[in-house]
């Protein structure tokens, strides 16, 4: 899967230009990133923060259980999109300001599904 998952990460990477940072995560595990080594860990753990913190209030609300949450700043956006399941796999990205959200999504969606997809029969990874 980690081959997998850095091919689906620079994809999402390289089409979309509203990214600066990302970082691809199962649980607690660094698939693919663009941040500095020594902060991942950190920011995977930010990521589970937001979630659950996003997961409350949307509980609190009567709504469904999250699985995306933007957070806008005065300088860009954060925004982390997971996959919920036995083993968390999400995205946690840092976006320049007024980022096309929809697209931003999106992109991170796709990233995520790719990364979980297997090759098919006879295909190079």
């Known amino acids: 899967m980690k081959e ?9 990477m390289d089409i979309s230009t509203d990214l600066d940072k990302a970082v691809l995560f199962r649980g607690n595990e660094v698939l693919a990133s663009n941040f500095p080594e020594s902060v991942q860990v950190y920011m995977i ?4 923060d937001m979630a659950s913190l996003g997961d409350q209030q949307s509980k609190q609300a009567g709504s469904s259980e999250l ?7 005065d300088r860009g956006s954060v925004f982390v999109v997971t996959e919920p399941g036995d083993e968390v796999i999400g995205v ?6 007024d980022s096309r959200i929809g697209l931003v999504f999106y992109d991170m969606k796709t990233c995520i599904r790719d990364a979980q997809e297997t090759p ?6």
């Open 120 to 125: 098919e029969e006879g295909e190079v990874a």
């Open 45 to 48: 753990e930010k990521a589970h």
């Open 4 to 12: 997998q998952a850095e091919k689906a990460f620079q994809e999402m």
């Open 92 to 97: 946690l990205a840092a976006a320049k300001k």
């Open 67 to 73: 699985t995306q949450l933007m957070v806008e700043t």
